[in-house]
């Protein structure tokens, strides 16, 4: 009576009132084993799919954006190379027909065999007239300074090589108003000294033009398709790098793609699995 009194209750009835407040949570329990679902869970899980979307969205445009990025750094670095390599030194000779009161280009190119080596050179080129048999010094190049020798060639001659360097492997000059007197050979002398650790080592190499004096320039069909294929196949290698750019593009963005969907079909199952594992919780 006095425990009655003082507000404690005896335990059966303790016992009766945990049973009752325990009745709602079986009953949610068994709606949620059926698969009812409330309002607030039906909410929850458009909101978690909604932020699921959202989620795999940025992460595509992310990837793509570094995809993009990626590209973009390798053609930059390409262009970088190409512009501070150094250009590949091929020898090709000389045109042999030059029309009268036009400009000629006496070509004439010595490539060195070792690019490593450190070198000096100097170039000379020398006349033979047209029914003569004594050459005559005509032109001398050497320090980046100009040598005219001869003046049946004074001031119409022009340095046409390398320039700003003493390592000379391009020698060829240019002859201003061609006249009927310069038909004959010309010849073109390298002097090049290698610089080695311990010591000097010079070579020469020497190449012959025979020129003849023209009218006009009349080009054979070999000529014309030859030109014709060379334009032809450098349009053809670009459009090739071009195709294969994209080509790299699409498959390195469609691979990013995939795993970004297996990774997104992970999460899903993680999340699936999570919120099966509450479910359950909620249903003990």
């Known amino acids: 009576m006095c425990s009655i009194l003082r507000g404690h209750r005896p335990p059966a009835q303790r016992r009766v009132d945990i049973a009752q407040s325990q009745r709602p949570l079986k009953k949610r329990g068994r709606k949620l084993q059926e698969g009812r679902t409330t309002p607030w869970a039906h909410h929850r899980d458009r909101k978690g799919k909604h932020l699921e979307q959202r989620i795999f969205s940025a992460t595509v445009r992310r990837a793509r954006m570094l995809t993009v990025q990626r590209m973009t750094l390798a053609l930059v670095i390409l262009a ?39 070198a000096t050179a100097r170039v000379d ?45 391009d020698g060829s000059i240019y002859i201003l108003n061609i006249t009927y007197n310069d038909t004959g050979t010309f010849r073109c002398v390298f002097t090049r000294v290698l610089t080695f650790q311990h010591y000097e080592f010079q070579t020469t190499a020497t190449k012959l033009i025979h020129i003849t004096v023209v009218d006009a320039i009349t080009r054979g069909m070999a000529s014309i398709l030859s030109e ?43 999340a699936s699995e999570s919120k099966e594992n509450c479910s359950a919780a909620l249903a003990e």
């Open 125 to 169: 080129w020398y006349f033979t007239a047209y029914g003569e048999k004594n050459a005559s010094a005509i032109y001398g190049y050497e320090d980046q300074q100009q040598e005219f020798l001869d003046d049946r060639f004074y001031d119409r001659l022009a340095w046409n090589g390398s320039k700003k360097t003493n390592d000379l492997q």
């Open 80 to 118: 970088i190379q190409a512009t501070l390599g150094g250009g590949a030194c091929v020898e090709v000779d000389s045109d042999t027909e030059a029309v009268v009161n036009e400009g000629f280009k006496l070509g004439c190119i010595s490539c060195k065999m070792r690019g490593e080596v450190s």
């Open 228 to 270: 014709v294929m060379m334009y032809v196949t450098i349009i053809g290698l670009q459009l090739w790098l071009v195709v294969e750019m994209v080509y790299c593009y699409r498959k390195i963005s469609a691979a990013g793609e995939e795993a970004l969907r297996e990774s997104a079909a992970e999460y899903l199952a993680i």
